[in-house]
Antibody, heavy 115, light 112 residues
Framework: QVQLKESGPGLVAPSQSLSITCTVS????????VSWIRQPPGKGLEWLGV???????YYNSALKSRLSISKDNSKSQVFLKMNSLQTDDTAMYYC?????????WGQGTLVTVSA | NIMMTQSPSSLAVSAGEKVTMSCKSS????????????LAWYQQKPGQSPKLLIY???TRESGVPDRFTGSGSGTDFTLTISSVQAEDLAVYYC????????FGGGTKLEIK
């Protein structure tokens, strides 16, 4: 069955960069896209971007300059990189199957931005 | 960007009652070429990832109880729970996927 699992650093210092890996199973990254969504503690959902099966990407315009999504099809892994983190980037970061709607989600990885 | 506004922000009902919650988009999410509304609803229970309930505004995801119904078109949408159960305690989010992707702020459902 379709599964996604995020792994991240947990704690990131302000102004540093963030790298999160989403490892998937049950589907091929060449056939389906993977999206990233985040959720600050106690707040709503924010879509970050998507990488499609062919490798093209599409980002939230408000965060585009700080975001990069890539993947390694052979390892079934998708990578999110975000630069210049600030405290308001503290959030649960989720990866999800497809471009929308999102029928399958990972459990999320909590990233805290703090000195 | 299309903005999504949900109301109310929270509501409390007794088990067995009917619940309706609203989602309004700043622009139509109806795509004229296929007459589909690019609107989904998610349920997020405490400590869990969101779960897809409804897509294309009114199509129930497989396995979702039929007490959940999505309706509406264009810019105005509704999620109805016909008879609320204790397990429906959650935050409900609408989500448009016509132009980029945006989520509403959520409606928190509490059970009295």
């Amino acid at each position: 069955q379709v599964q996604l699992k995020e792994s991240g650093p947990g704690l990131v210092a302000p102004s540093q960069s963030l790298s999160i890996t989403c490892t998937v199973s049950g589907f091929s990254l060449t056939d389906y896209g993977v999206s990233w969504i985040r959720q600050p503690p106690g707040k709503g959902l924010e879509w970050l971007g998507v990488i499609w099966g062919g490798g093209s990407t599409y980002y939230n315009s408000a965060l585009k300059s700080r975001l990069s999504i890539s993947k390694d099809n052979s390892k079934s892994q998708v990578f999110l990189k975000m630069n210049s983190l600030q405290t308001d980037d503290t959030a649960m970061y989720y990866c999800a199957h497809g471009a929308t709607p999102f029928a399958y989600w990972g459990q999320g990885t909590l990233v805290t931005v703090s000195a | 960007n299309i903005m999504m506004t949900q109301s109310p922000s929270s509501l409390a009902v007794s088990a067995g009652e009917k619940v309706t919650m609203s989602c309004k988009s700043s622009q139509s999410v109806l795509y004229s070429s296929n007459q589909k509304n690019y609107l989904a609803w998610y349920q997020q229970k405490p400590g869990q990832s969101p779960k897809l309930l409804i897509y294309w505004a009114s199509t129930r995801e497989s396995g979702v109880p039929d007490r959940f119904t999505g309706s509406g078109s264009g810019t105005d949408f509704t999620l109805t729970i016909s008879s609320v159960q204790a397990e429906d305690l959650a935050v409900y989010y609408c989500h448009q996927y016509l132009s980029s992707r945006t989520f509403g702020g959520g409606t928190k459902l509490e059970i009295k």
